[in-house]
C-alpha cells in the first residue's frame, strides 16, 4: 500500500491506515498470534510510529489485536467464544440482507464477480485468494443493505472471521467447498426466492460455524 493510497480526504490518515490493516487481516497476510513490527508496518504502510500506534488502539478496542506490555503488538487469536459470537452477528447481518434485497441491487454484480473470482483462484489452488473472494462474497451480501455503517462494522467481523479460518492448517478442505455454495446461494437468489436463498445461507454458515470450531478443538487438543 503506498503512502500516498493511504490520503483520504473523507477521514484522517489514522482512520485510513486502520482499514488498511484490517484489509490486510481479511486477506489472510497475518496470523493469529503474530507479533506485528512497527518498523516493518511503518515501511509498507508509509506512515509514522505516531499514526500506526493510533490505529493499533482502535484495533485493540475491536478485539483485532492486543498489546503486551514490554512485549509489542499481537494478533488476536480466537477463541470459542468469540467464533460463536462471529457466527451468530453473520446470521444476524447477512441473512437479513439477503432476505431484503432486491435482485437488482448493484451489489450483486459484485457477487457475481467474485463467484466467478473464486472459482479461476480455486483452479490455480490458491487458496488463500479464494479465501479472500469468499470474503468479498459475504461482504457484497451485506452491502445488500445499502449500510455504509453496516459494511464498516461488518469489516472488523470479517477480519476477526480470517483470524478464525487462520486455524485451519488444510485450506484447501477448508476453502474450496464454499466456491460451489457461494455460486448455490446465487444462484436461488438470482432466480427470485429470497427464502430460499437464506435456508442455504444458514445451512452454509451453520457448516462453517462447526468447521472452525472442530478446528480450535483440534489445535487447543494438539497444544498449537
Known sequence: MKKQALEDGSRSLGETVTAGIRRLLVEGAFAPGQRLS???????????????????????????????????????????ASIVEIYRLRRLIECRALDDAWPSH????????????????????????VGTA?????GAIVALADS??????????????RLAFALMADKEWL???????????????????????????E??????????????????TSGG
Not at 499514526?51 to 492486543?66: D, I, P, Q, Y
Not at 469468499?134 to 459475504?138: E, K, L, V
Not at 468447521?211 to 487447543?220: D, N
Request: proline share 5%; with cysteine; glycine share 4%.
Open 38 to 80: 512497527e518498523i516493518a508496518l511503518c515501511e509498507r504502510l508509509g506512515v509514522s510510529r505516531n499514526t500506526l500506534r493510533e490505529a493499533f488502539r482502535t484495533l485493540a478496542h475491536e478485539g483485532l489485536v492486543t498489546h503486551q506490555p514490554h512485549r509489542g503488538v499481537f494478533v488476536t487469536r480466537p477463541d470459542p
Open 106 to 129: 448493484p451489489a450483486v454484480k459484485k457477487m457475481r464477480a467474485v463467484v466467478e473470482n473464486g472459482r479461476e483462484c480455486r483452479e490455480r489452488r490458491d487458496w488463500l485468494a
Open 134 to 138: 469468499n470474503m468479498a462474497f459475504h
Open 148 to 161: 455504509p455503517r453496516l459494511d464498516a462494522f461488518f469489516s472488523q467481523i470479517l477480519a476477526e472471521l
Open 175 to 201: 476453502h474450496g467447498p464454499y466456491v460451489e455454495m457461494n455460486q448455490q446461494v446465487l444462484d436461488t437468489f438470482d432466480a427470485g426466492d429470497n427464502k430460499a436463498a437464506v435456508a442455504l445461507l
Open 203 to 220: 445451512q452454509y454458515l451453520a457448516q462453517s460455524e462447526r468447521v472452525v470450531l472442530a478446528a480450535w478443538e483440534r489445535q487447543a
